[in-house]
Nanobody
Framework: VQLQAAGGGSVQAGGSLRLSCAAS????????TGWFRQSPAKEREFVAA???????YYAGSMKGRFTISRDNAKDTVYLQMNSMKPEDTAIYYC????????????????WGQGTLVTVSS
């Protein structure tokens, strides 16, 4: 599986961005696609995830501001980010795997290259 993340950029606080994660290649019969982010001197943290069955999961601090969705025909997962804050600044990675616990990064087998998001105050 190859994952291509795109859509990062610079935005002012309160603004919005939409990230995309396009998948290609073989996939599992049951899988989850997740977004994680990492800023300098911080651990990679869970943002949101969606199972191929449609269930969605969010980190508490993102719930209500971020929305994860998917286009099955394109095998692409999106992360709509609204009301963005400077602390959302990070490299955002998409990943796919069979994670029993979607927030557990060790449950993901494949990772995209990351896309940089910068939120200025």
């Amino acid at each position: 599986v190859q994952l291509q993340a795109a859509g990062g950029g610079s935005v002012q606080a309160g603004g919005s961005l939409r990230l995309s994660c396009a998948a290609s290649g073989r996939t599992f019969s049951s899988y989850v696609t997740g977004w994680f982010r990492q800023s300098p001197a911080k651990e990679r943290e869970f943002v949101a995830a969606i199972r191929n069955g449609g269930n969605t999961y969010y980190a508490g601090s993102m719930k209500g501001r971020f929305t994860i969705s998917r286009d099955n025909a394109k095998d692409t997962v999106y992360l709509q980010m609204n009301s963005m804050k400077p602390e959302d600044t990070a490299i955002y990675y998409c990943a796919r795997g069979r994670a029993a616990q979607p927030s557990d990064r060790w449950g993901y087998d494949y990772w995209g290259q990351g896309t940089l998001v910068t939120v200025s105050s």
